[in-house]
């Protein structure tokens, strides 16, 4: 078991060698298009990248959520094949969103020797999940 400050450490030196090893500026927050992000998470158990929808209006998240349901397909075909489309997706403080994601289990960001493997798999996953949501931005947010 690690501390919070000892954990906090950890956190800071993957995510420092994540930016060394694959030094890149991705879109993530600055998507244009307002409670729709891309996302890196990594814990303990499992590695995701995601586009998160979460408005607090459930209309407007239906909303997204639908057009990203109707490119499922594409998505699948074209970019990534393993994309689970989650409506409801609870986050660790008990917010729910929706979230499309790809994850890697069986990582932790405890373990430096699964980190090698975590960042091939952010950097694939978000380069593709990147480019698909460029492609279609403008039909997602029409």
Do not use: C
């Not at 060698?17 to 694959?22: A, I, M, N």
């Not at 998240?61 to 699948?76: E, H, M, N, Q």
């Amino acid at each position: 078991m690690f501390s919070k400050e000892e954990s906090k450490k950890i956190r800071q030196e993957f995510w420092t060698s994540f930016g060394k090893d694959y030094p890149r500026k991705w879109l993530l927050y600055n998507t244009k298009i307002k409670d729709v992000t891309l996302k890196f998470t990594f814990t303990t158990k499992k590695a995701q990248v995601s586009i998160d929808i979460e408005p607090n209006d459930e209309v407007i998240k239906g909303y997204y959520f639908d057009k990203f349901v109707s490119l499922k397909t594409i998505l699948t075909t074209e970019y990534l094949q393993e994309v689970i489309y989650d409506q409801y997706y609870e986050l660790e403080n008990g917010k729910i969103i929706s979230r499309l994601y790809t994850e890697l289990e069986g990582v932790s960001i405890h373990n430096k020797n699964t980190w090698q493997e975590t960042m091939d798999f952010l950097y694939e996953q978000m380069d593709k999940l990147e480019l698909f949501f460029l492609e279609y931005k403008d039909y997602i947010d029409d």
